[in-house]
């Protein structure tokens, strides 16, 4: 199984980023989806998710409105569309699998899969 992310980079704050994450060796569209983010000396955040078919998305308070999760299950791939950007969204973002059920699209320990990161650095 590999997620590979990319797609992050340095924006100037109010900028916008599209992050993707493509998926290889399982059954992509049997899993649901998840962002996470990690800043310098925090702990791994959920960022949002998305339910198999692509028809549910689940976000974080802190990026409501701001971030769009989407997936395309013909080429495997979850992206994360991030908007209105600030210095405060300064972080690794890692896009992770599981198939534990809805219920626990924000738990990060529930994704069994997780991709390498991709930095997005905001500067203001």
């Known amino acids: 199984v590999q997620l590979q992310a990319s797609g992050g980079g340095l924006v100037q704050a109010g900028g916008s980023l599209r992050l993707s994450c493509t998926a290889s060796g399982y059954s992509f569209s049997t899993y649901i989806m998840g962002w996470f983010r990690q800043a310098p000396g925090k702990e791994r955040r959920f960022v949002a998710g998305?339910?198999?078919?692509?028809?549910?998305?689940y976000y974080a308070g802190s990026v409501q409105g701001r971030l769009t999760i989407s997936r395309d299950n013909a080429e495997n791939t979850v992206y994360l569309q991030m908007n209105s950007l600030t210095p405060e969204d300064t972080a690794v973002y890692y896009c992770?699998?599981?198939?534990?059920?809805?219920?626990?699209?924000?738990?990060?320990?529930?994704?069994?899969?997780w991709g390498q990161g991709t930095l997005v650095t905001v500067s203001s």
């Open positions: 998305i339910d198999e078919s692509g028809g549910l998305q």
């Open positions: 992770a699998a599981h198939k534990n059920g809805w219920r626990w699209v924000r738990v990060l320990s529930k994704y069994a899969w």
